[in-house]
């Protein structure tokens, strides 16, 4: 005959554990006045102003027009779709993230391996790769464009070599200082990489090592497999902001002294668009929709790296738990 448990000790295999509800309902008051400062700046700040630019892109908006505001449906997205200007820029902005988002992905990744050996004055390495990422964009574009006029430090030095100086701010050749300013901020990325670097266990690479895989094939086998989460995060990352860019297009432009200023043709990017249709024309109905096409293609574009994962991001315990 089966006993019944005695007082104190365990309950029953399959029986319901008791719910202590009062110490429950604190520790859940407790954690929403824990969050409630920062809920109510993004409900404030967030939220509504990101619902009322949804509504105002289906109206006929336009900056002091709020007493004659009209609702025009899905005219400012189909706008979008026939603009000439609008889909250049689209296509520009889609070519500068198929090429930055590869290689600022690869060569961050490849610099943090770099600089997660352990030599001396190592520190001191991962300090100057990381500063360029913190530099303020404006004085970064300045910086660069000062390099890249036609009498400017590159020009004088392909003269030195007897070549000849090259018009890097013009038409032909605009998109080759954007890429590169880009990507010597791509440091920025460093402690991420390293996080996940420093998170592969030394006794994996002992182990490979005794059984008698090279460096590269450890490299391979191991390192790559295990960093995959932080190379699916910041590849996200970095479409996220490649299709964002925005400052430093104007920043090369010939006539840098205000966010107004068009950068070249070539540099015409979306988000430059869309801000010259709000702030230069005043069309804020059409430039809101700009804005909400690109976070739609920004979700879109994330969903499909995502589902893509589990083909190859490897954890080392599955997502279930398991």
Known sequence: MIRPAASGTAPALGAKPKRFRGKSFKEAMEFYVFISPWFVVFV????IPLLYGLYLSFTNYAGF???RLKFVGFANYHKVFTDNDAMYSLGRTLLITGIMVPLSTILGFLLAVLLNQNIKNIGLYRTLFFIPSIIPVVAVGTMWRSLFVDDGVVNNALESLG???VDWLGYDYAMVPLLIMLLWGVGGGILI????LKGVSKDLYEAAAIDGATALQRFVKITIPLVTPVLFFQFIMNIIGSLQIFVQPILLAANSNSLLSLPIRPNY???VHAFQQIFAYGRFGYGLALLWVLFIM???LTVI???TSKLWVFYEVD???R
């Open 305 to 307: 790296v995502f589902s």
């Open 319 to 321: 997502q279930e738990g």
């Open 65 to 67: 027009n709020m007493d």
């Open 298 to 300: 920004i979700l879109v």
């Open 163 to 165: 070549l000849q100086p």
């Open 193 to 196: 990489y390293l996080a996940g």
């Open 44 to 47: 404030l700040l967030g939220l």
């Open 269 to 271: 990017v979306y988000s």
